[in-house]
T-cell receptor
Framework: GQQVMQIPQYQHVQEGEDFTTYCNSS?????IQWYKQRPGGHPVFLIQ?????EVKKQKRLTFQFGEAKKNSSLHITATQTTDVGTYFC??????????FGAGTRLFVKA | NAGVTQTPKFQVLKTGQSMTLQCAQD?????MSWYRQDPGMGLRLIHY???????DQGEVPNGYNVSRSTTEDFPLRLLSAAPSQTSVYFC??????????????FGPGTRLLVL
């Protein structure tokens, strides 16, 4: 079936280090969304990418959508303790279904 | 606006019992969905609806029923609870009128334990 794979599963960083999580789909996606979930909380929307090769920035966060619209990445520059949480990618392979990746849990040590 | 609300927050069931998880949104969103979240497996789509009277199956629909009689409400029914249904359940909604921006708004979740 349609799958959205996300790596790594966990990442431990020292505060100030950079962090990247990668998302890969077995099929072409019409769009990809990124969410952040704090421990004990619910997913919160960060951004949506629609166009092939699209790059968007939100302060220290940079999001990319691959040329083939099958992969995406989220890069955080100079992590802070407030970045702690699980980052999910979610894609629409077609129709109305949105498929989530398993998430990357980020731990930041002060 | 309250956004997306879910009740109850916590529930303990015995195997074989049935129950309904409630979800409501006050944003007039067409699209609503139910996900379950298990450790290390992300969010898996159970059922979704693109409007009142229209529902469809997601990735893991077995053991669950849904209905959408109004735009606001999208209840999830567990017909005969099993320990494998122990999970955190999230309801989400989004507007389909703007295809460029399909932000999904999530409710706070229902934590379900089936003994």
């Amino acid at each position: 079936g349609q799958q959205v794979m996300q790596i790594p599963q966990y990442q431990h960083v020292q505060e100030g280090e950079d962090f990247t999580t990668y998302c890969n789909s077995s099929t072409t996606l019409s769009n990809i969304q990124w969410y952040k979930q704090r421990p004990g909380g619910h997913p919160v929307f960060l951004i949506q990418l629609v166009k092939s090769g699209e790059v968007k920035k939100q302060k220290r966060l940079t999001f990319q959508f691959g040329e083939a619209k099958k992969n995406s990445s989220l890069h955080i520059t100079a992590t802070q303790t407030t970045d702690v949480g699980t980052y999910f990618c979610a894609g629409r392979p077609g129709g109305f279904k949105t498929i989530f990746g398993a998430g990357t849990r980020l731990f930041v040590k002060a | 606006n309250a956004g997306v609300t879910q009740t109850p927050k916590f529930q303990v069931l015995k195997t074989g019992q049935s129950m309904t998880l409630q979800c409501a949104q006050d944003m007039n969103h067409e699209y609503m969905s139910w996900y379950r979240q298990d450790p290390g497996m992300g969010l898996r789509l159970i059922h979704y609806s693109v409007g009142a009277g229209i529902t469809d199956q997601g990735e893991v629909p077995n053991g669950y029923n849904v209905s959408r009689s109004t735009t606001e409400d999208f209840p999830l029914r567990l017909l005969s609870a099993a320990p494998s249904q122990t999970s955190v359940y999230f309801c989400a909604s989004s507007s389909r009128t703007n295809p460029i921006q399909e932000t999904q708004y999530f409710g706070p979740g229902t934590r379900l334990l089936v003994l």
